[in-house]
């Protein structure tokens, strides 16, 4: 099976500008959770989607928002870019979220200047 | 609130010595232990889970409740096994909102 993969790798954006990030899971997998990682805070949760439905959010303000399609293809929006925005971002997918096993993507990192 | 605390950045240790990295964890449910690993330029990729009671790698690790502990053991280090090593927590409610320790980089002496 092809693993995760996560569109763009890298992005570079300015403040105020918004980024939309995109994920696609493994194939079957309905799961998919998003992870903000920085050097200072680790691995945050951002948010689940199942089905097309958010599940789960963690503490990140409302300019973090994300979707899942049908497909279970998945992006995450952030609005009005700031400096500490600038991160790897980690998609991971199981298959039906619960007990099954994280798999985890390359990531984007993104930098806002 | 879910907390998992990993209280040591670097552990390095020698080629063949024991390896000990700690993970203490706050969750008032019956929580879901990980240990998630990340090699250099790799993905992150899950190492073990407590319901498992596996041994990976030679790496083991028993969930303490009483202590609320997780800590990840392996008795003779190696050089591959350097990496950053990250526990994790999920609730108990089946879903996917997992918390990650800020990871411990452990570093395999020749």
């Known amino acids: 099976k092809a693993g995760v993969t996560q569109t763009p790798r890298y992005l570079i954006k300015t403040r105020g500008q918004q980024v939309t990030l995109s994920c696609s899971p493994i194939?079957?997998?309905?799961?998919v959770s998003w992870y903000q990682q920085t050097p200072g805070q680790g691995l945050q949760f951002l948010f689940e989607y199942f089905s097309e439905t958010q599940r789960n959010k963690g503490n990140f303000p409302g300019r973090f928002s994300g979707r899942q399609f049908s497909n279970s293809r998945s992006e995450m929006n952030v609005s009005t870019l700031e400096l500490g925005d600038s991160a790897l971002y980690l998609c991971?997918?199981?298959?039906?979220?619960?007990?099954?096993?994280?798999?985890f993507g390359p990531g984007t990192r993104l930098t806002v200047l | 609130a879910q907390r998992v605390t990993q209280p040591e950045k670097l552990l390095s240790v020698f080629k063949g010595a024991p390896v000990e990295l700690k993970c203490n964890y706050s969750y008032s449910g019956s929580p879901e232990l990980f240990w998630y690993v990340q090699y250099s330029r790799q993905r992150l990729q899950l190492l073990l889970r407590h319901i498992s009671r596996e041994s990976i790698k030679g790496f083991t690790a028993d969930l303490n409740k009483g202590e609320t502990s997780f800590h990840l053991k392996k008795p003779f280090a190696q050089e591959e096994d350097s990496a950053m090593y990250y526990c994790a927590l999920r609730n108990s409610g089946g879903y996917q909102k997992v918390t990650f320790g800020i990871g411990t980089k452990l570093q395999v002496i020749p």
């Open positions: 991971a997918s199981s298959g039906l979220g619960g007990a099954d096993e994280q798999f």
């Open positions: 194939s079957g997998h309905r799961s």
